[in-house]
């Protein structure tokens, strides 16, 4: 009877186990392919969200020097009466020969070129921080933006993952118990045939 119990027992012992591992292999794959899809899509989201904010980054600093460029050409430049150019070109002329202005008008010109100067130092400090404002703002809005893709793209995979790696789990589990079960109706299966195999070796009485 132990004999037909272990024999069948290893059989359908086998079986089990054969169908757990044939189903190990299936997990294992998907396991990996979703490994793999998780750290593209994570290498995807970091790289186009870098590459976003460098763009704004390059974006802002080239607009701010076009419009230093711009506020520096109306405020300091030209060479017109009146101008900057103009007024420091009558300076230069009056501290190198003593001629072409009066003091007074010196002076004047002095502290006109010193008020333009302020003007302009004072326009190109609002206009960084202005740009710098709107660039942490945008800056922000980039990163929630990825936040929110990385909540709808990347944890559904990351949950795939998660639920194939516990299934890996519990079939590992169930595969060491039906290899215990199988190596446990091999032994019975062995014990009983030593029990039913006659002695030879025995003498006669």
């Known amino acids: 009877m132990g004999f037909l119990l272990g024999a069948y027992g290893k059989l359908a012992a086998g079986s089990r186990y054969r169908s757990l591992q044939a189903r190990m ?5 998907r396991l990996r392919r979703a490994t793999r899809d998780v750290a593209n899509m994570e290498k ?13 980054t390059t974006g802002s600093n080239a607009t701010k020097s076009m419009y230093q460029g711009i506020m520096q050409s109306a405020v300091l430049g030209g060479t ?5 150019g103009y007024m420091q070109q009558k300076l230069s002329e009056y501290y190198s ?4 202005l009066t003091k007074e008008e010196a002076t004047q010109y002095s502290n006109a070129i010193s008020q333009a100067t302020a003007n302009y130092n004072t326009s190109v400090s609002q206009m960084t921080a ?21 909540d709808t793209m990347l944890e559904p995979l990351k949950d795939e993952e ?10 590992e ?3 060491q118990v039906a290899k215990a079960d199988y190596e446990a109706c091999q032994k019975m299966e062995q014990a009983d045939v030593k029990m039913l195999t006659p002695n030879y070796t025995g003498g006669q009485g």
Request: proline share 0%; aromatic share 4%.
């Open 162 to 171: 998660d639920s194939l790696q516990l299934e890996k789990d519990t079939l």
């Open 97 to 100: 020969t003593g001629s072409g």
């Open 80 to 84: 017109g009466e009146g101008s900057v």
């Open 130 to 150: 202005w740009f710098d404002s709107n660039v942490a703002m945008t800056k922000q809005q980039i990163e929630e933006k990825y936040e929110m893709l990385r």
């Open 44 to 56: 995807m989201l970091d790289r186009n969200m870098k590459a976003e904010l460098q763009s704004l």
């Open 25 to 29: 292999m299936r997990i294992q794959s």
């Open 173 to 175: 589990s169930q595969i």
